[in-house]
């Protein structure tokens, strides 16, 4: 089967019926059908992105957090961004210690040795930086993040300590030297 054009035409296929088919009606205006539209849905995605990237704009990667770093501690069982702040803003921990897991052994550890671990590192770290032992401060509780199973096996061995209310209230200010926030 081939197509047939209309014999000194402009090139236009024919139509069944043997007539030249129509050509489209472009508006007076010079615009294409639906520009309007177009420009919704786009100022609309531009909206969208604002809004998704003002909600973000304080994530980090937890793995990047440093020492006297403030954040809030995200919720969930395993940890991949937090929402970083100034320390002079309401935030729920800051960072005491970042190091290197040195306990026993080089298989994945069971909590019983990274709680060893934490007491023996993240402890003396609190004692440092907020200036008291952290059994004289009830109010203040050590909290940290390790690396997944899938990260261990890929060598991260990196331990994040930070400190926090016990009651989980926002502080503002850093309690570096502070003892109680």
């Known amino acids: 089967m081939t197509e047939e054009f209309a014999p000194g035409g402009s090139g236009s296929p024919m139509d069944p019926a043997g007539g030249q088919a129509p050509t489209p009606a472009v508006a007076a205006t010079g615009r294409q059908p639906g520009g309007r539209r177009a420009i919704i849905i786009a100022g609309a995605i531009v909206v969208f992105l604002v809004v998704v990237l003002f909600a973000v704009r304080n994530n980090v990667a937890a ?23 100034a320390c002079t803003e309401s935030h729920a921990a800051e960072v005491i210690l970042v190091a290197e897991y040195t306990g ?33 401060t009830p ?8 690396p997944s199973r899938d990260g261990w096996s890929g060598g991260d061995r990196t331990i994040t300590c930070y400190v926090a ?3 989980e209230a926002p502080v503002t200010g850093s309690v570096k030297g502070a003892a109680t926030p």
């Open 63 to 85: 793995d990047d957090l440093k020492v006297g770093d403030c954040f809030n501690i995200p919720t969930g069982a395993t940890i991949q961004t937090v929402e970083h702040h």
């Open 104 to 136: 026993e052994g080089t298989t994945y550890p069971i909590s019983l040795s990274m709680n060893r671990f934490v007491d023996g590192a993240c402890a003396p770290a609190y004692a440092t930086y907020v200036g008291k032992e952290i059994d004289s």
């Open 139 to 146: 109010d203040l509780s050590i909290g940290y993040f390790y």
């Open 165 to 167: 209310r016990t009651d």
